[in-house]
């Protein structure tokens, strides 16, 4: 067998998880894609995955192979794709993670405009609120709210854009409840926090005299923009979260922004994906469409 073919199998069952996924993926049968891992464990002499009848997991000799043949792999991809005749066209699949809330709306409309651009393209989109590494995930690109903590020289992280976030409530509530006219008049208010600030109980704002810091507390803490949305939207409490998440209840007059003279601080998005990508013509063309298109389309504001 061709021991290229037998490497690239193996980095599919790898990132897939399973044979099955894998095959598919590949455009094979389950057992020509068993075949292929077995002549390269023999060639080896080396078992590179413990299996089961529903899954496989990574040996240390399997994760080791597959950290050195993935950038390998993505190093011929790349080679391959610069000697073709179209070698500047973004082509092939595209394998992004971003966090369940984002690619509820933006990153979803995103992706669909970025396919009609480049129609050689296949775009593999998976949303998972679980911190990402792309490179032990087999992820091409994994999309971050905020830099991702402790990326190290192996990840590059690209801006895409800010996200502003402001505090608001349903008219309802600020009727029953008293309008806030100071930071600190939160410490008395029913507080909805979105679980992907670094201190949910701690809101930071930032006035003409500098920041203030206010310990708030309130019946709901979560990741979730829908929960927080209607939660808002039914007057149980201010919340703290993306105004891109309130723009519709904003502008129909569902919600009305509190304290808006205060600023909070904002959150930046950025694309982060192996260090030996950077030159690859989808990953460029992602993080240079998906720039111009959150910046034309106001997600950040």
């Not at 402001?166 to 009727?175: E, F, G, S, V």
């Not at 003409?208 to 829908?226: A, L």
């Amino acid at each position: 067998m061709d021991r290229f073919e037998n490497t690239r199998v193996f980095a599919a069952v790898v990132e897939a998880g399973n044979f099955t996924a894998a095959a598919e993926r590949l455009g094979i049968s389950r057992a020509a894609a068993s075949k292929h891992v077995l002549a390269l464990e023999e060639r080896l002499s080396a078992r590179l995955l413990n299996r089961t009848t529903r899954r496989v997991s990574v040996t240390e000799a399997g994760r080791a192979f597959y950290e050195q043949c993935r950038r390998i792999l993505a190093d011929l991809e790349e080679a391959e794709r610069s000697a073709g005749e179209l070698h500047n066209e973004p082509r092939g699949e595209l394998r992004i993670i971003a966090p369940t809330n984002f690619g509820l709306a933006e990153i979803g409309a995103a992706i669909t405009d970025l396919v009609l651009a480049y129609p050689r393209l296949r775009i593999n989109l998976t949303l998972n609120d679980r911190v990402t590494d792309p490179i032990e995930e087999g992820y091409d690109i994994a999309i971050s709210v905020g830099r991702p903590r402790g990326t190290s020289s192996s990840l590059i992280a690209r801006k895409l854009n800010t996200s502003r976030r402001i505090l608001c409530a349903a008219p309802d509530y600020l009727a029953r409840r008293g309008t806030p006219r100071h930071p600190e008049d939160l410490a008395q208010h029913a507080c909805l926090t979105y679980s992907y600030l670094d201190t949910p109980d701690e809101w930071h704002l930032i006035g003409n005299d500098g920041e203030r810091v206010v310990k708030v507390s309130g019946p709901i803490v979560t990741s979730h923009r829908e929960v927080l949305k209607t939660a808002t939207v039914r007057g149980l409490g201010i919340a703290y979260g993306p105004v891109i998440f309130f723009r519709d209840d904003l502008n129909a007059g569902r919600v009305i922004e509190v304290l808006p003279k205060f600023k909070l601080p904002e959150a930046t998005i950025y694309a982060v994906y192996p260090a030996g990508q950077q030159r690859s013509a989808k990953v460029l063309a992602f993080n240079d469409f998906m720039t111009r298109y959150f910046a034309a389309a106001g997600v950040g504001g």
